[in-house]
Nanobody
Framework: QVQLVESGGGSVQSGGSLRLSCAAS????????MGWFRQAPGKEREEVGF???????DYVDSVKGRFTISLDNAKNILYLQMDSLKPEDTAMYFC?????????????WGQGTQVTVSS
C-alpha cells in the first residue's frame, strides 16, 4: 500500500513562494509516476503537473515557468516549488501516485494541503 502525506501549505501574498512536500512510502513501483493536483472551491480538480520515474516533467500551461516538480529519491519526497504565486493559485493541493505502466487514473492520493494567495 502506498501512503502519501503532503505538507508545506500556507498563506502567502501575491508574488511570493511556497514549497509543498509529499512524503511517500510503500512499494516503489506502485508510485513511479507522481503528480500534483489542485482543487479550488467550486471548481473541478486540475492536474498541475507530473514527474515520471525517468525525471521527465510536464505542467499545465497556467503554471509553466512558475512551478517546478522534483523528486528526492533518497528521501522519497516529492516537491512542488511554487514561485510568483497568484491569487488564482489558491486551492487545496494534492499529490498522487500510480504505476507509470498504468493507463488508468492515479490510484493513491494524499490528504491535501491548503494554499492561499492573497492579492
Amino acid at each position: 500500500q502506498v501512503q502519501l502525506v503532503e505538507s508545506g501549505g500556507g498563506s502567502v501574498q501575491s508574488g511570493g513562494s511556497l514549497r509543498l512536500s509529499c512524503a511517500a512510502s510503500g512499494y516503489l513501483y506502485d508510485r513511479d509516476c507522481m503528480g500534483w493536483f489542485r482543487q479550488a472551491p467550486g471548481k473541478e480538480r486540475e492536474e498541475v503537473g507530473f514527474i515520471y520515474s525517468n525525471g521527465a516533467t510536464d505542467y499545465v500551461d497556467s503554471v509553466k515557468g512558475r512551478f517546478t516538480i522534483s523528486l528526492d529519491n533518497a528521501k522519497n519526497i516529492l516537491y512542488l516549488q511554487m514561485d510568483s504565486l497568484k491569487p488564482e493559485d489558491t486551492a487545496m493541493y494534492f499529490c498522487a501516485a500510480k504505476r507509470c505502466s498504468s493507463v488508468g487514473p492515479y490510484k493513491y492520493w494524499g490528504q491535501g494541503t491548503q494554499v492561499t494567495v492573497s492579492s
